[in-house]
């Protein structure tokens, strides 16, 4: 199973991104898929999270800028991200929780990070 994410890059303050994140291999079932953000010299966060059903929940300081969606048939993920401030400057990863079988435990995948730079 791999998760692949894209859609990173450079963008001035009050700018627009929308990151993508695609699983693919041997995947029987997706849970939760979410978005995780690591800025220098800091703790990995939660930014936002979705469940198979679409109910969705984002850290305090991307409520009204952000908004998470996905798709289960193509089992991809996505962070619209508006308004962006240099504090939301970060590697974003992409985490989905999958079941590669019936009778096998979930287990949490991460995408490879993707780079967001916001200039003031």
């Known amino acids: 199973v791999q998760l692949q994410a894209s859609g990173g890059g450079l963008v001035q303050a009050g700018g627009s991104l929308r990151l993508s994140c695609a699983a693919s291999g041997s995947i029987f079932s997706i849970n939760d898929m979410g978005w995780y953000r690591q800025a220098p010299g800091k703790q990995r966060e939660l930014v936002a999270v979705v469940t198979r059903g679409g109910s969705n929940s984002y850290t305090d300081s991307v409520k009204g800028r952000f908004t998470i969606s996905r798709d289960n048939a193509k089992n991809t993920v996505a962070l619209q991200m508006n308004s962006l401030k240099p504090e939301d400057t970060a590697v974003y990863y992409c985490?989905?929780?999958?079941?590669?079988?019936?009778?096998?435990?979930?287990?949490?995948?991460w995408g490879q990070g993707t780079q967001v730079t916001v200039s003031s």
């Open positions: 985490k989905a929780a999958i079941r590669r079988g019936p009778a096998l435990p979930w287990r949490d995948y």
